[in-house]
């Protein structure tokens, strides 16, 4: 099939390499533009772009598609099918109805949950045990097309964002492939969503990267986990941020024997303490009944290290806390 592959990030790779390998002709891949990077902000092109330049793809990167100059250029290439995976643009209803099949788009969740901006964060943050990828037809509402076919695929709990989002990525290649198989031979399904069903994962505002130490360790392990690697999840330590990139639940201290065994809470949300082989253990939970350890933290201005690392290099000792307001 004649394709326009429509896609930004590292998660929409795998489905341009896996529509390459299966032998369909990419007659152009559209992409946002370079923008400025890093630390010293230099311009850096998108993942899609690197991808498609290393397969000798032509590469557009319009700053709109909705301008009339694209649309025209749209038009005139006359694709099959438009496949996109996390664009990043609204397309319009004049660019909807020149493909003769469509544009399908890859998204990370099992629709109608989780339509939106940051499924695969909600899903984490809310501490969802299942996931997957929806192949849809798309029209110009935001993730509220037709279901072409859909794969579940399960939530680790030992996994972090980066890699949940690779997993679903990959399965999406899949599931792209597969789908533009069924279409070719007319037997692609479409179903019409739910839409009571629905529910929507808004892209996350900086204040949620904030860990609440009140809250209870499963709650700020599913955060800790929903951002890791990147942005990371945000406390502070005298006055410097510091993100925590990987940690885990531990059971507080019991005294006396078995269920007759009473909690030890001598701690308070975000205080600190060391642990018996030099762990940096946070206290949690609204009355600072839980406990948490850190295993890899991101000091700003520093490269991240292990907890404990950190823990020894600002001689940290109990009673120290993290963030502010949480006694």
Not at 53 to 72: I, K, M, N, T, Y
Not at 123 to 140: F, L, R, S
Not at 293 to 320: T, Y
């Amino acid at each position: 099939m004649r394709i326009v592959f429509m896609g930004t990030p590292e998660f929409a790779v795998p489905a341009l390499r896996a529509l390459t390998d299966a032998g369909h002709e990419i007659i152009c891949v559209v992409t946002q533009p370079d923008r400025p990077r890093g630390r010293g902000y230099k311009l850096a092109s998108p993942p899609v772009k690197v991808e498609a330049e290393r397969l000798g793809l032509p590469v557009v990167q319009p700053a709109r598609v909705s301008d009339p100059e694209f649309v025209e250029g749209f038009a005139e290439m006359a694709p099959d099918v438009a496949v996109l995976a996390a664009f990043g643009q609204k397309i319009s209803a004049e660019l909807l109805s020149v493909p003769r099949h469509g544009f399908i788009n890859i998204h990370p969740s099992l629709l109608p949950k989780y339509r939106g901006a940051a499924p695969i964060e909600r899903a984490m943050i809310n501490g969802d045990q299942v996931t997957g990828v929806t192949i849809m037809y798309m029209d110009e509402g935001w993730d509220t097309g037709d279901i072409g076919i859909c794969q579940d695929m399960p939530i680790p709990s030992d996994v972090d964002r980066g890699w949940l989002e690779c997993a679903l990525a990959e399965l999406g290649g899949e599931l792209i492939v597969k789908f533009l198989r069924l279409i070719e031979c007319g037997e692609a399904p479409r179903v019409p969503q739910d839409h009571s069903a629905a529910t929507y994962a808004r892209k996350l505002s900086s204040d949620e990267f904030e860990i609440d130490w009140r809250k209870s360790a499963r709650e700020i392990g599913n955060l800790i986990r929903a951002l890791s690697p990147a942005p990371g999840a945000r406390t502070s330590f005298a006055g410097q941020s510091v993100r925590i990139l990987r940690a885990h639940e531990i059971a507080p201290v019991l005294v006396g024997d078995g269920e007759a065994g009473e909690t030890v809470c001598s701690g308070y949300p975000g205080m600190l303490t060391i642990g018996p082989e030099g762990e940096l253990i946070v206290f949690c939970g609204l009355n600072g009944c839980e406990l948490m350890a850190l295993d890899v933290v991101h000091p700003a201005g520093k490269r991240q290290m292990p907890a404990a690392d950190f823990a020894r290099g600002r001689r940290i000792s109990h009673g120290d806390r993290f963030g502010s307001g949480m006694c």
